[in-house]
């Protein structure tokens, strides 16, 4: 099956720009664009809604009344789910990684105003309970008469994953209209492995020469290379791409998490008030801001070479800076 002809459904306001970065560039000594998925519009806005123009069809289909995924605090994509829900006339469920807090700022707020029911779990006992505890919401649903669905952290699912395979597609596109050649390196953070997936696949298909980079912002109990292999060539399958992967095709920049996933690092904030300072773009302290600050120091470590185009996903998130207010910028 062509990648046209999967189901999907409508949801961002795409094509997204790509915006220039000339003072970054100059100080990095790269030529550095950054691809706008934060003004995808939908719920906030996001790369998860890429991944969600697929799923959200699927969910549909099945005639899904209740949608349950789950994220951390701050996850873009809890958030999007629960806007996508509302949108499609389901009801919404988010378990989410950490305790309940004391206030509900950035996208918690946001999961309150779309009416989400809300699920915490002990950071330390989620990654033993999570899978339970979805599937405890979805049978009390069934045993409702209504169906459930089911939404992996981050989306990151075969089907998923075909949410960037269009995005290249797109990217090749605009590239294509302004005459101008495909980026050396296409580099976007990691979370759960989803974007990174059909990154992959859509770079084989529109971009062959470019490389992919991934930053993670989190940790990963299975490597994110085999996990991202593994979830690459079963995306590809779908649309009948008969290209694999290994663990070693697949590059995934592990050394800028920081303390822990959704602590800001000192690395990203810096890299933060650098974005907003120099080029007023808006970065988050849980997903871009790392990222940015990884790819700067790789630039500066020689792995991304001086002098090379380098596109940048700004997967969103810009709602994850509110609650950080004294990280940031003190009191």
């Not at 309150?112 to 049978?139: C, K, N, S, V, W």
């Not at 995005?167 to 590239?175: M, N, P």
């Not at 800001?264 to 849980?286: F, Q, R, T």
């Not at 990884?294 to 002098?307: V, Y």
């Amino acid at each position: 099956m062509r990648l046209e002809d999967i189901p999907r459904i409508p949801l961002g306001f795409l094509p997204t720009p790509i915006d220039a970065m000339p003072r970054l560039s100059r100080e990095l000594g790269v030529t550095l664009s950054v691809k706008r998925d934060d003004f995808t519009g939908f719920g906030g806005g996001g790369n998860k809604v890429r991944k969600l123009e697929f799923l959200m069809a699927d969910a549909i289909a099945k005639n899904v009344k209740v949608l349950i995924t789950t994220g951390g605090h701050q996850s873009n994509h809890a958030r999007m789910c629960a806007a996508a829900a509302r949108k499609f006339g389901m009801h919404p469920v988010l378990v989410l990684r950490g305790n309940r807090p004391s206030e509900f700022q950035g996208n918690l707020l946001l999961d309150r105003l779309f009416g989400a029911e809300l699920e915490f779990l002990d950071p330390d006992a989620y990654f033993t309970e999570i899978a339970p505890r979805m599937q405890a919401h979805a049978d009390a649903a069934e045993a409702r008469g209504e169906a459930a669905y089911i939404i992996p952290v981050g989306g990151a699912t075969p089907l998923g994953s075909l949410g960037y395979v269009q995005a290249v597609k797109e990217l090749s596109e605009q590239y294509a209209e302004t005459g101008r050649k495909a980026p050396d390196f296409i580099v976007a953070p990691v979370g759960s492995g989803g974007t990174i997936a059909g990154l992959t696949i859509g770079v084989s298909l529109f971009w062959p020469e470019t490389k992919v980079v991934g930053i993670a912002v989190t940790g990963s109990a299975v490597p994110f290379t085999q996990r991202i292999a593994v979830m690459a060539n079963a995306g590809a399958k779908l649309i009948d791409v008969t290209r694999e992967w290994q663990s070693d095709d697949i590059w995934i920049e592990t050394d800028f998490v920081g303390p822990a996933y959704g602590v800001p690092s000192e690395a990203g904030n810096a890299a933060i008030h650098a974005a907003a300072e120099k080029e007023g773009l808006l970065l988050d302290p849980v997903y871009t801001g790392k990222a940015v600050g990884g790819l700067m120091s790789i630039i500066a470590s020689g792995k991304i070479p001086a002098g090379s185009d380098v596109l940048f996903v700004h997967c969103g998130g810009s709602p994850a800076l509110y609650p950080f207010t004294q990280q940031l910028v003190g009191n």
